[in-house]
């Protein structure tokens, strides 16, 4: 399995060095339009981004302004106009479409307002799915699903399906599902949405927690009180996004 990696010579080392954070998602001049019947939708435009490793990074903007867009581009889930995007050295608007969901696996992980579990699984199901691709044994698999519920303070939840769950622990499920393969990124598409103000509160400290420790996450949100906790706040108008 290879992916093509990003050629030494087009990077400049110090663009990627700065106090040891190393940059791990550069966005690059990435644009997409969506056709709505005939007319088009400039969705985003010319978005330019550079994110180092442990940024807990906010995106706000109007409704409609392209912020699910830029994440699904990111994410791999919509394809780009125009532009690129590198994660962890990895150029993915070049990654053929057939190692996409691969790459997406073990690099990407997603949340979602909706939480987007599976109904029939329980907590512990959830998350080892999500291993169920790796080589990982499945003893193994399960316990790691185990230890990273345990971190979200779901210990006593595991055979607990996500109806038996409240919002606030359904999403802390699919937090532990999105770290499971150890993505270099997380992306978090408005997460506190649906919650009540606690427990907004409890997520934002878990996503500070984890990029303490390193974890790179990008979160769209509406909320201050979610971007007044980030690293850096992006806005986005109009499919335009400034960098800072
Ligand atoms: P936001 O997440 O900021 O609310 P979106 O990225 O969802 O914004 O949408 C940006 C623009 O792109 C909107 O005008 C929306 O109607 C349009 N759009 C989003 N997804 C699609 C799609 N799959 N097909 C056509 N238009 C889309
Ligand atoms: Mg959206």
Same mark, same amino acid.
């Given at each position: ?10 990077v400049d080392k110090k663009?990627w060095i ?52 830029? !994440? #699904?581009?990111?994410? +791999?889930? *919509?394809?780009?106009?125009?532009? &690129?995007?590198?994660?962890?050295? %990895? ?95 997380? !992306? #978090?598409?408005?997460? +506190?949405? *649906?919650?009540?103000?606690?427990? &907004?509160?409890?997520?934002?400290? %878990? ?38």
């Open positions: 399995f290879k992916v093509p990696k990003e050629p030494g010579k087009e663009d700065n106090k040891d954070q190393r940059v791990i998602l550069q966005v690059e001049n990435l644009s997409k339009t969506y056709y709505q019947g005939k007319i088009p939708v400039n969705a985003l435009r010319c978005a330019s981004i550079t994110v180092r490793k442990g940024e807990l990074l906010a995106i706000m903007g109007p409704s409609g302004s392209g912020k699910s867009t830029l !994440l #699904a581009l990111i994410g +791999t889930l *919509e394809k780009a106009t125009e532009g &690129r995007v590198i994660l962890d050295g %990895i150029d993915l608007t070049a990654v053929p479409e057939k190692l996409l969901p691969r790459v997406r696996r073990e690099k990407i992980g997603f949340v979602f307002q909706h939480y987007n579990l599976i109904p029939t699984l329980s907590a512990l199901e959830n998350v080892e799915l999500s291993l169920r691709f790796s080589r990982v044994p499945k003893k193994e698999r399960e316990e790691r699903a185990k230890a990273l519920l345990e971190e979200l303070g779901l210990g006593d939840r595991l055979s607990h399906k996500p109806s038996e769950l409240s919002g606030g622990e359904q999403q802390r499920v699919s937090i532990a599902r999105a770290l499971a393969n150890k993505p270099a990124v997380i !992306l #978090a598409d408005e997460p +506190t949405g *649906e919650v009540d103000s606690k427990t &907004r509160d409890s997520i934002v400290r %878990i996503f500070k927690e984890l990029s303490e420790k390193g974890q790179t996450i990008l979160v769209v949100t509406h909320d201050p009180e979610v971007a007044k906790e980030c690293s850096r706040v992006l806005k986005i108008t109009d499919g335009i996004i400034k960098d800072n």
